[in-house]
């Protein structure tokens, strides 16, 4: 029963195996914050380049997450009363007239196991949207998404409503997708461009310097 055995289930995606082991060496009186960053999160920073080179495939990292979900959880009930370290907050969403969420949800959840405190939005999202949540969770970076080719123009629609509302100057955007490209990224004003999601969290550690 150790942090490495915790560590290598959660790279295997076995929920019911991670769930036991963090309660068990938190019964064991192991610091929860090491369990969670060198057991949890130290799994997942396996998963991302694995996931990256093309050894590990979106259901089998979908599977990881969710393990790493469960641990935390367990974590998170530990702590009630700490906060959980964070080195950046991020609001992510796929823009107005896109209804595809698996690629941005994968983003987000590597975004977590990173140490990010995420706020996902959700699918088909107007310029206003994107405008209210920075506004109310003021984050570091706005993450869009968008699959579709006729859904990428509306990206532009919200970096130029952040500029109107005087917002542009306090907030990263990035942007991804399957047809998002660097050059795309450059033509909109962006700051960012990730291929994947294993990309993402690398990008946005850049951008704040963390």
Same mark, same amino acid.
């Given at each position: 029963m150790s942090i490495a055995e915790l560590r290598q289930e959660i790279v295997n995606g076995n929920v019911d195996r991670v769930e036991e082991l963090t309660k068990k060496l938190i019964d064991d009186g192991k610091d929860p914050l090491e369990v969670m960053n060198e057991g949890l999160i130290a799994g997942m920073g396996i998963v991302g380049p694995l996931f990256k080179n093309g050894e590990m495939?979106?259901?089998e990292v979908l599977m990881c997450a969710k393990a790493l979900d469960t641990g935390i959880d367990i974590i998170k009930k530990t702590l009630v009363d700490t906060e959980l370290p964070c080195i950046g907050k991020i609001v992510i969403?796929? $823009?107005?007239?896109d209804l595809h969420d698996i690629g941005k949800n994968l983003v987000a959840m590597m975004l977590e196991s990173s140490g990010f405190k995420v706020v996902n939005l959700g699918v088909d999202l107007t310029e206003e949207k994107f405008i209210e949540a920075v506004k109310e969770f003021e984050p570091d970076i706005l993450a869009l998404s968008a699959l579709l080719t006729t859904t990428m123009a509306n990206m532009?629609? $919200?970096?130029?409503a952040l500029k109107e509302e005087g917002l542009r100057d306090k907030v990263k955007v990035i942007i991804g997708?399957?047809?998002i490209s660097q050059e795309f990224a450059d033509q909109i004003g962006a700051d960012g461009f990730a291929p994947e999601a294993a990309s993402a969290a690398d990008l946005c550690k850049m951008l704040l310097a963390v």
């Amino acid at each position: 029963m150790s942090i490495a055995e915790l560590r290598q289930e959660i790279v295997n995606g076995n929920v019911d195996r991670v769930e036991e082991l963090t309660k068990k060496l938190i019964d064991d009186g192991k610091d929860p914050l090491e369990v969670m960053n060198e057991g949890l999160i130290a799994g997942m920073g396996i998963v991302g380049p694995l996931f990256k080179n093309g050894e590990m495939f979106v259901p089998e990292v979908l599977m990881c997450a969710k393990a790493l979900d469960t641990g935390i959880d367990i974590i998170k009930k530990t702590l009630v009363d700490t906060e959980l370290p964070c080195i950046g907050k991020i609001v992510i969403g796929t $823009v107005k007239g896109d209804l595809h969420d698996i690629g941005k949800n994968l983003v987000a959840m590597m975004l977590e196991s990173s140490g990010f405190k995420v706020v996902n939005l959700g699918v088909d999202l107007t310029e206003e949207k994107f405008i209210e949540a920075v506004k109310e969770f003021e984050p570091d970076i706005l993450a869009l998404s968008a699959l579709l080719t006729t859904t990428m123009a509306n990206m532009q629609a $919200v970096i130029d409503a952040l500029k109107e509302e005087g917002l542009r100057d306090k907030v990263k955007v990035i942007i991804g997708g399957a047809p998002i490209s660097q050059e795309f990224a450059d033509q909109i004003g962006a700051d960012g461009f990730a291929p994947e999601a294993a990309s993402a969290a690398d990008l946005c550690k850049m951008l704040l310097a963390v």
